[in-house]
């Protein structure tokens, strides 16, 4: 027996993908992902229509789509981000019905519990044998973690993996077993590697952002909770790679050992791995190739699945373990509510990916951001789009000073008490607006393209059109 | 002062603008920004604003902002507007 099969459009047949089915993809391939293309285009080819699609996240690469939402092949997109191509088309009306837009932890719990079923699950693997094994650990197009794969996979009616390398049976080290898979199809390429790695993966040398950084990491110190099994997440973004960097110095002067890392991964992690400052990685997402290395070889980097990172649906999930999260900000209000959804002119450019589960389970949440960026001031009255909760904001941190929230007095004083530069949210933006100005209000549009459901499925907020 | 000849000043940095001054036979200014609606209004106002101070009264003076703030706005106009009048001193 084999389940290999011969093309693409053969897999979907089998399949039995119909009109107004809904289909899943992942993100791991990023902004090098050819998948998601290949797949629609040959689902336009054979005149499917009303297709919802539901993406971990959506990227530049992923430009096609507008083409397909106005050609009505696809009607509905449900995601946990969205990159700023297929995003400005989004905010301009181009779909009817709302992008209904998750979070890494709200969409595998929505999946699990039945609430969003999907038809056909589409798997990217870099490798994969003829029964269905499959992982991105290895192969010409490795990817690392496959880990917001697995729920669609446990549950989709259908399961395709799409490999451009098939192994002799059985794959060893596989990420996703075989009982969940109905068909294999090979192709040339599932990506391009240099956009698999692409993104903001550096670390800042802005000053600005390593006075950040810095601070960061005293707040962090300052909080009694960097001590022996100390846990951390952090994002991706310039400050937050650099505050990483100066953990891992201060760890490993005071030998502290930490118990977990979580988060998309960078190589900056397995440093701090390498280092002895945590037993272990939890890996949901590899952000480079030193991140994708390291989960192939070392036994204490653990490939997880987005549930376990951070489903609210589960008995647990590694965010409930969580001490510290660092996370980025487009806009902060004075209710410490986060916007990562929408830029300066009201289009979407972004979405909570992780953002609202980490920092609702962490026990101190810290948002790491500039004051002010193109003269656009961080902290405002009202978010633009309510993304995270402010309730689970512990923390606003900017080169001119740190809010915290007034429902952590606790760290409120620990903060004075080390020295670190407090402020209200309300003096961080009175001092934004001295800099910039006021900004005169931005007027968007009456109909809904895009409902921000909270983790728990919870409609927290809606986006309008652009004008 | 009078615009004489095209000049510029400013980069398309963020938090930068490019101001390119020409000579017109009546004032006009056209502003582009990343912050149009917040700030579109500002960098016009700074814009005339330095523009009389000057006593420019004639040119053509196109901003392309990236989020300057109005001492930077400000700054880049008096630059362009002095180098096109320095160049044709120089000339």
Redesign the interface.
Known sequence: MSKLVKSLEEAIKLCGLKDGMTISFHHHLRNGDFVLNMVLKEIAALGLKNMTINASAIFDIHEPLIDLTKQKVVTGIETDYMGRTVGEAISGGILEKPVIFRTHGGRPGAIDTGRTPIDVAFVAASQADDMGNCTGKFGKSACGSLGYAMSEAAHAKKVVVITDELVPYPLNGFSIPEVNVDCVVQVDAIGNPAGIVSGTTKITRDPVGLKMADLAVQAIIASGLLKDGFSFQTGAGGASLAAAVFLKDIMVQKQIKGSFVMGGITGYLVDMLEAGCFRNIMDVQCFDLKAVDSLAHDPRHLEVSATHYASPFTKSSIVDSLDVVILGATQVDTNFNVNVHTNSQGIIMGGSGGHSDAAAGAKMSMIIAPLSRARMSLVVDRVQTISTPGKTIDVVLTQRGIAVNPRREDLCEKFKTAGLPIVTIEELKARAEAINGIAQPLKTGTKTVAEVEYRTGEIIDTIKNIL | MVIKQKAMAGTME??DCLVYVEPAADLQVEVSS??M??????IKKATLDTLAELGIKQGFIKIQD?????CVVKARVETAVRRSEKEVQNA
């Open positions: 963020s938090s990343v912050v609606v917040q700030f579109g209004a500002a990236r989020g300057a703030l109005d």
